[in-house]
C-alpha cells in the first residue's frame, strides 16, 4: 500500500508514465508505444480542462477516471449542476463496479488529504474548477467476532 500527501497549495506536476506493461494497456490501439499513450492521455486532459496532479493508475483506468468525470459534469446550461456528493458516489460506483469494490472517491473545491490506497489505484486531478481524489483500498473480511 502507498500514503500520499494533498495539498491545495501543491503545485500540480504531470507524473511521466515509465512504460510497465499494465500501464502501457489501452482500449484504442492494439499496441502503442509509451509516448503515444502519454500524448493520448495528454490530448484528453487538455480537451477534457483536466490537470492531472498525481497518480499510480494504468493509464486505461485513467482515461476512464477522466471521461466518466467529465460525463457527470453537465455543459454550461441552465439546468443546475449535480453536488458534489452525487458526483463522487457516481464515481465511486461506477470504479466499483468496473474494477471491484473498495473504492472512494473525495471532490471539492479545496480540501486537503492523507490517503492509504492499494497499488494501482489511485488518481488525483482537477477538472474544471473541481478536484478529483479517487483511489482503491484493500477489504479483508473479518470471519468471526474478536473476543470481548
Aim: one cysteine or more; hydrophobic letters at 35%.
Amino acid at each position: 500500500m502507498h500514503s500520499i500527501t494533498m495539498e491545495e497549495e501543491q503545485e500540480p506536476k504531470l507524473i511521466k508514465d515509465h512504460g510497465s506493461k499494465e500501464k502501457n494497456h489501452t482500449m484504442h490501439t492494439s499496441n502503442p508505444n509509451p509516448s503515444q499513450t502519454i500524448m493520448r492521455l495528454a490530448s484528453l486532459a487538455i480537451s477534457f480542462n483536466v490537470r492531472l496532479k498525481s497518480f499510480d493508475m494504468p493509464v486505461h483506468m485513467q482515461e476512464h477516471a477522466l471521461r466518466h468525470t467529465r460525463s457527470l459534469l453537465p455543459l454550461p446550461s441552465p439546468s443546475p449542476k449535480p453536488s458534489n456528493t452525487l458526483i463522487a458516489r457516481a464515481l465511486k460506483k461506477e470504479f466499483d463496479t468496473k474494477y471491484g469494490l473498495a473504492w472512494h472517491c473525495v471532490i471539492g473545491k479545496s480540501f486537503g488529504s492523507f490517503v492509504s490506497h492499494t497499488s494501482g489505484g489511485f488518481i488525483y486531478f482537477s477538472i474544471d474548477s473541481l478536484s478529483v481524489l479517487l483511489f482503491k483500498t484493500e477489504v479483508h473480511l473479518v470471519r468471526q467476532q474478536p473476543p470481548p
